[in-house]
Each structure stands twice: as C-alpha cells, then as structure tokens.
C-alpha cells in the first residue's frame, strides 16, 4: 500500500467509518461462516463447528481490533474513546465545566465580535484596483494653519495639466439632492464628479455607461448615474431603468448606468476629513451627477471641490508631493488669491481608515486582553484539576500508561474545553455584533458590510486550536512532575499538594492577571475622563430644546445670489421672511430663525481684507462665511458680547453688515472693540455691527475658529436649515412645521429632522463608542482577575488548612492569620499592579491620539486604579483567609 493510498483509507475511515465498521462486520461473520461450515462438512455438530471456528479466529473482538489498526482506525477509535471518556468527566464536574467553558466563550466571544469588526474595515481588499497609488490632494493656508482644505478649480486644471507623476485626477463634491417621482419629492445623497474622478477610481458600471465629458453642457447636468442600492431599492434592480428620464433638482436628466455600491466607498470619510466642504448628507451615495465646472462660476479664490488623483506607475507619494509642491509655488507667485497656499498629499486609504484604525486596534487589544485573563483562569482551574487527580495520574502511569497515551487524554479534554467554548463564544458573538453594530459611529466605513463570515470563523477555529493546545500542556506537564510513589502512598481521601513548580505557576498567572486587568483599567479610566471632558465642553449654544430641518428651495423658483454683485431676490428672501413668520406663530414655538448652516456644520472659508488694514491681507487666517436670518443667536443662546445681532432691518436694500465672533474679534482686532469696523470680501464691505460667542461648528473637540455671520437676507441661499425652539416636545411640532411649508410650496420637501442635543451627542460618537466598549472589556478583565485571585487564595488556603488548624491549636491569634493570608494576596497583587503601571505607561502613547483634554497618563486616573485594584483583591483575599481562619482546629487538623 502506497503512503497516499494509506491516507485515503484514512480519510475514508474518517468521513465512512459506519459504512467501513458495517464492512468489517459482513466480513468477518462471513469467515467465520465459512469456517463453520467447513467444520460442518468435516462431520462436526452446529454448536462444536461454531466453537472451533471462533476458537480458529484467536477471539473476535482482537480481530476486529487488529483489523481496524490495520485500516487505519485505531487513531480515530482512540480519540473517539477519549473524547467520550473527556465528556463524561465534564459531565462529572459542572462547577468547573460551566466555570471554564464560560470564561473561554466571554473572551472568544468578544474577540470574535470586534475582530469582525476590524476584519471588515481594515483587513478587507480595496475595491479599487492598486489601492495604494491613490491619493488626496488637499491645499494648504499657511496663513489659517489649515492642511486638507478643498481646492479651487483652476488649481485642479493647473495641478492636472502641469503635473507628470499624477496619471489622473478628479474632483468631487457632495450635496443633499432632491428626486420627484411621481409628484413625491424625495431627498438622497448626491455626488458630482468629474469624469476623472471615476477614471481614477477605475470603477466600471454594473448597467448602462459611465460619465464623459459633455454631460454637463454649460454647467447644467444633463445625464446621471444611480448607485447600487438606490437602484435596487427604488427601481427593483431593473436594468431597463438606464434611458429613462429622471427629475433631480427641478432639472430632467437622463439616467445613463448604475455605479457599484462600492464606488463610493470612503466619500463621506473624505468630506469628514476636510477643514471644510460642501454640505454632504451622508450614507450611500444615491446620485451621481457629471460636474464641469468653470472658472467664472468658480473662481481661483473658492476653494469647493475634493481631490482625488492616482499615481503615476512607479512614483511614490514623496515624489508626488514634491512636484506638486513646485507647481503650488509658481501659482502661489502667479495669483494673489493663492496666496500662502501650497498642497499635501494624503494616501486615500489613510483619510478613509486612519482616523478609526488606532480604536479599532486599541479595542482589538483590549479584548485580547480579556482572552489572556480568561485563558489565564482557566489555566489555574485545569491546574487545581491536575493535583486533585494526581492519584489518578499516577495510578495510570503505574498501569503503563505511556506519557504519549496521557497527553493525547489531557489534550483531548482541552479540545473538547476550547471546542464547547468556541462554540458558546460563537454563539455570544453573533447576539453581540448586532449590539456593537447599533451603537457603533457612522463614521467607521464598511461598517454595514461587517458579519461572520468565512475568515473571521477561520480565525477563531484558529484560536480555538491554539487555546486547546496551549491547555492540554498544563495537565501533562503537571503529570510529569508527579512522585509516582508519594501519590500512590497517600491514603485515599487525603488532601493532594501541589508542588512548589505549581503553586510558583499559579501565583505566575494570577500576578499576570493583575498585571493585565490594570493595564486595560488604567486605559480605559483615561479614555472615560477624557469622554467625560468632550461632554463637558460648552458648545456655544444651548441645545435643549431645539428643533432642526433642512430644506432646499427649487432652482427654477427660487434664484440664489451667486456672483459679486449679491442681488436681492425678492421669491427667495420672500419665502424665508414668510416662513419665519409662519413658524413663529404656531403654538409651541417659543423662537425660530433660518441659517445656511446647520449649528454644528463648518461650512467654508474665504480670504478677505479689514479695510484700511489691506497691506495684512494674508497675515491672518481666513474667516468662516455663515448666513443667518434674524432671531438666530436669541433662538440659538449665544451670547451678544458687544453691538447688536442681526436683524429685521438687515435686507438687501440696507448697508452691508456682518456680526462676527469672539475667536475672529481677538484674531483679528486683538483688544479693539471691532464694533464699526469694516470687513471686505467679494467686493463688498460689510461693517461689524456685533460681537457674539463662539459656537463649535468644528466640533466640541475643536476651538472655533474665526467667523462672521452675514444676514440671509444680505446674500440669498436657497440651502437652509430651519432652527426653532420650542415648548415641550419639539419633534411634535414637524407636523405643524411641515404643514405650513406645504401650504407655502408643495415642491420644498423637508429633511433631515432632528433634536440638536440629539445631534451634539452624536458627534461624540466615536469617542462616546471607544470609551463605553474598553470600559466594559475593563470591568470584564478587573472582575474575571479577582475571580482569578480568589481563586489561588481560595485553593492555597484549602491546602494549607492543615497548618492552619496546626497554628491555632497552638494558640495563634485569629486577626494574625487573616492578616498573613491577606498579606499574601496583595503581596501579589502588588506585583501585578506595578508590571500593570509600566504595561499601561508603554500603550499610552497609542491612546494619545484618542483622548481630549486629559494626558494619557493621568496620575488622577493610575491613583484611583491602583488603590481601587489593590482594595479589590484586598477584598478577594479576606473572604477565604475568614473562611480558613473560622473552621475549628480539630476539624482542620482531622483533614489532614
């Protein structure tokens, strides 16, 4: 028989064995008949032919067994045998089944949960074909400090023609879009791009074509693409849907392909990492529409579009940015409004992932953590089995019992321990996930696409193997330290000691144990001050009951300023004037107001002049452009710290105003009061009537920056976010909001509906996220090492109960013995909690980047954790040095 012919049988006998042991049965009464039958024709009886042939065969049971060993069968007969005999132990034993089997699922379970996570996000290949030669190409304001702004477009035409280590570039710019079926206005996420930007990408249509130059002629989109999931959603996956005709934005556009969900993955990441960007509403992208802009309407001085460029084969990002570095400076000397401005290049897989990746990995450890403390109880409970079995062992082993024959027993047990346990972690791991996914922030991408799948179940069948591996040594190495003759001599019933080997391993673990679940407690102890100082920050307004909807006014109704000249536009300011007084009638509404901006929107920036001052321009950074109606600081709560706040009288027809805030009056006019000063940008001077407080728009994580609030009325947007504060409930009132703009116009739709306090805690999501997961993992890992430390305390007191009952006979005090024992516990708890500080000293350098407002290494914090951690495995070791020190000296001295 050839070796791969012995290895097929095997597999045969492996994936077979009924069919092979059914084979083996027929054969062998077959012989056997035959020899009975031959018996029979040499004149013997039934019953004496029986007996010889079974005598002939040498026992039938050795033949089968012989027969099995020869087809291979024996191994597996084996491992069968000692699985049961595993199983029926475990059985014997529910304490320590449930106690193991539960400790391995918690941390399998969490790990597999988060690493599904991790594996979906960051493990998981691009979509995009040589993913690492994209990059973003931001400008730069040396002037603001600013490094991922936006780009003019005839920055992106110069960057395109003049660059040779870019082999394409495209430009992109999302907005909330509006879609009429069948009378129903309905608003989706929509994306302009240029035709370079798919090139870049290099992503093909799923139907129809993608984008060319020319599908925007004069600026007007005249085709567009739908994204997978509008497409399968809204027209039933229908290939036929490419031609027809479709309303975006109060135009008719004809629909030419269907882009794959995955084209736009990392956009809104994209529009996030951006100093500022146009208004994006999030989620899929559901239109794609062609953007050919131009210089007139895009002037060198607005900085609006994202870039996105590839690579040239065999240039590297350095490269790159050198060239591109060259061409900003000779545009920098060229044009004025390129002032202080030059480029940075970003790889794209870095502004997608990067700012999760360092949570990502930090709550990837944290759980792995968890694994270790558990593993590490486990290990102390398979050693506590060890010694009570010692006599078992040994009996064994006189018996002959060969060392190979113990291990592959003691193996089998781990296996089938690390099997059940992976199975349960499985199972808590598919209940979990859905949880995590519904309190996890938007911002993680690929985020919808995370579930257990083929490579995560892998990697846990492959922690499975290494924790039954790791397990199944502990008994055997504990089996060969055993005395053969001290076990077999102990009388039965009598306590079995560990060695001094064992009990230094078990204190090992528990010292690890500590050590870990310091570790992780210190960082998660920062991570929730510093959440706690993000929630504590004043977002410049009081959010408490205020109410926010979007909505957007139909171009072909409804005109906006736009050029220099910022023209009144009587249907546009006349439906903003008519709907504040609509709102600020209805009952329940205690103040409303209009802004361009949603409150925590950054909005854009742009360069301007203090007039009489025109030799700075360029000195100071640039200023955030907000439009807003009356109304908007009283509905809002920022304060007016000097002048007046915009009001009624503000239109187009009255001088130019502007308030601005304190961070642009101190920036910008340091101890003067700015209040009559002039500011000049787009060829209109404005004069500040008002100082007012700063608002995070940037986020409670950033100061704001400078900025000055325009009166609606002085520059009209047809983009604009109702704010009203209301009594109650403010969500009640949508109704009657919505109401009212349907009397006004049945074409506006509203959107976006939301309490503000609602939307100020969802952007501390991510922190919020990070914080509440190591948190959790912390309290598992703290709660599962003092179960671990008194565990060891619990059983070196049961084996010192001798000594104990010893001492007391001979008059020890009580309080001298719960002292000793205690001692001993914080002995090593002590030793954990310093090799715990110098673990988390060592990882504080990752959470730097995650934390606000507290350093990562806190003393507040380590001083709290230390004393709580010493006091809780104080704690941990006083209930069984009571226990030990409460039995009754006979008693002690009899269990000896």
């Not at 179940?457 to 003759?485: C, E, S």
């Not at 929630?535 to 909505?551: C, H, K, N, Q």
Request: aromatic share 6%; glycine share 10%.
């Amino acid at each position: 028989m050839s070796r791969w012919q012995g290895i097929g049988l095997r597999l045969r006998a492996l994936f077979s064995r009924r069919a092979i042991e059914r084979d083996l049965e027929d054969e062998l009464q077959f012989h056997l008949e035959m020899e009975i039958e031959k018996g029979i024709r040499q004149g013997l009886t039934v019953a004496e032919a029986r007996r010889r042939a079974k005598l002939s065969f040498g026992g039938v049971e050795r033949f089968r067994e012989e027969t099995r060993r020869a087809r291979g069968l024996a191994p597996l007969d084996d491992l069968v045998r000692d699985a049961r005999v595993s199983l029926r132990l475990l059985r014997r034993s529910p304490v320590f089944t449930i106690a193991a089997v539960g400790t391995l699922a918690l941390g399998i379970g969490a790990n597999t949960a988060i690493f599904s996570v991790v594996s979906s996000v960051l493990l998981r290949p691009s979509p995009f074909p040589d993913p690492e030669r994209l990059v973003m190409v931001w400008e730069t304001d040396s002037a603001s400090g600013t490094r991922h702004e936006p780009a003019s477009w005839p920055d992106v035409e110069d960057f395109s023609r003049e660059s040779r280590t870019l082999s394409s570039i495209g430009a992109f710019r999302g907005f909330p879009t509006s879609v009429t079926r069948s009378g129903e206005v309905r608003r989706v996420t929509g994306l302009a791009v240029t035709p370079g930007l798919l090139e870049t990408l290099r992503v093909e249509t799923i139907a129809g074509r993608t984008l060319r130059e020319g599908d925007a002629p004069g600026g007007t989109p005249t085709v567009a693409l739908l994204g997978e999931e509008y497409w399968r959603a809204e027209f039933d996956s229908d290939p036929g849907v490419v031609g027809r005709s479709l309303t975006i934005n109060d135009n008719t556009v004809q629909v030419i392909g269907v882009l794959p969900r995955e084209a736009d993955l990392g956009i809104r990441q994209v529009h996030s990492r951006a100093d500022y960007s146009a208004d994006f509403a999030g989620g899929n992208v559901a239109i794609w529409l062609p953007l050919l802009p131009s210089a007139d309407a895009y002037p060198r001085a607005t900085h609006p579009f994202l870039t996105l460029a590839r690579l040239a084969p065999g240039i590297g990002i350095e490269a790159a940015q050198e060239e591109l570095g060259r061409i900003a400076a000779a545009l920098e000397e060229a044009y004025p409004e390129n002032a202080n401005r030059s480029v940075n290049l970003e790889a794209y897989s870095e502004v997608v992932f990067g700012p999760v990746r360092a949570a990502l990995v930090v709550l990837l450890g944290a759980v792995f953590v968890v694994l270790l403390i558990a593993c590490a109880n486990v290990a102390n409970l398979l050693l506590a089995r060890s010694v009570t079995r010692g006599r078992e062992v040994s009996v064994r082993r006189a018996l002959g019992a060969s060392a190979g024959q113990l291990g592959r027993q003691f193996g089998v047990e781990a296996a089938v321990l690390a099997g059940l346990g992976t199975l349960l972690g499985v199972a808590l791991a598919f209940a979990g996930l859905e949880g995590l996914l519904a309190i996890a922030p938007t911002e993680i991408p690929r985020l919808q696409e995370t579930g257990l799948d083929a490579g995560v179940l892998a990697a846990v069948a492959l922690v499975g193997v290494g924790v039954a591996l790791v397990f199944g040594m502990i008994p055997v190495w504990h089996a060969r330290t055993l005395d053969l003759h001290e076990s077999l001599t102990e009388r039965p019933g009598r306590r079995t000691t560990e060695g001094r080997r064992a009990r230094g391993f078990r204190s090992a673990l528990m010292v690890t144990q500590v050590a870990l679940a310091v570790t992780l407690v210190i960082g998660a102890g920062v991570l929730l001050r510093s959440f706690w100082q993000l929630r504590s920050v004043d977002p410049g307004f009081d959010a408490a009951g205020i109410l926010t909807a979007e909505y957007q006014l139909p171009e072909s109704k409804y005109s906006t300023a736009t050029g220099p000249g910022w023209p009144d536009i009587p249907q546009t300011n006349g439906f903003h004037a008519a709907l504040l007084e609509r709102l600020r009638a209805l009952p329940g509404v205690e103040s409303a107001t209009i802004s361009a901006n949603h409150p925590l929107d950054p909005g854009f920036t742009n360069s301007f002049t203090i007039v009489g001052r025109e030799a700075e321009f360029g000195s100071y950074p640039e200023i955030r452009i907000r439009f807003v109606s009356p109304g908007y600081i009283e509905t809002l709560g920022v304060p007016l710290l000097s002048g007046r706040p915009v009001t009624e009288g503000d239109v187009a027809a009255s001088p130019s105003v502007a308030m601005i805030n304190r961070a642009a009056a101190e920036a910008y006019f340091g101890a003067a009061d700015p209040v009559g000063q002039e500011l000049s940008w787009w060829g209109i001077t404005r004069q500040v009537i008002g100082v007012i407080g700063d608002e995070r728009f940037l986020g409670l994580e950033l100061a704001s920056g400078p900025a000055a609030y325009i009166p609606l009325a002085q520059g009209a947007r047809g983009q604009a976010t109702l704010i009203v504060r209301g009594s109650g409930d403010p969500l009640a009132l949508m109704p009657t909001i919505r109401s009212a703009i349907g009397e006004m116009d049945p074409g506006v739709p509203l959107f976006g509906e939301g309490l503000l306090g609602d939307a100020v805690s969802e952007s501390i999501s991510s922190p919020r996220f990070t914080a509440v997961l190591i948190a959790l993992f912390a309290g598992v890992a703290l709660l599962l090492a003092l179960i671990g430390v008194h565990g060891v305390l619990s059983y070196t007191v049961a084996q010192r109960t001798p000594e104990v009952g010893i001492r007391m006979a001979l008059g020890a005090a009580r309080g001298g013995l719960v002292r000793g024992i205690v001692a001993e516990g914080l002995k090593l708890a002590g030793v954990g909690v310093l090799i715990g500080i110098l673990g988390a000293l060592a990882a504080s350098r990752l959470l730097g980047t995650l934390v606000y407002g507290v350093a990562p290494t806190d003393p507040a914090t380590y001083v709290v954790v230390v004393v709580s951690v010493l006091a809780a495995a104080g704690l941990a070791s006083l209930i069984p040095a009571l226990r030990a020190s409460g039995a009754n000296p006979s008693t002690a001295l009899r269990a000896d």
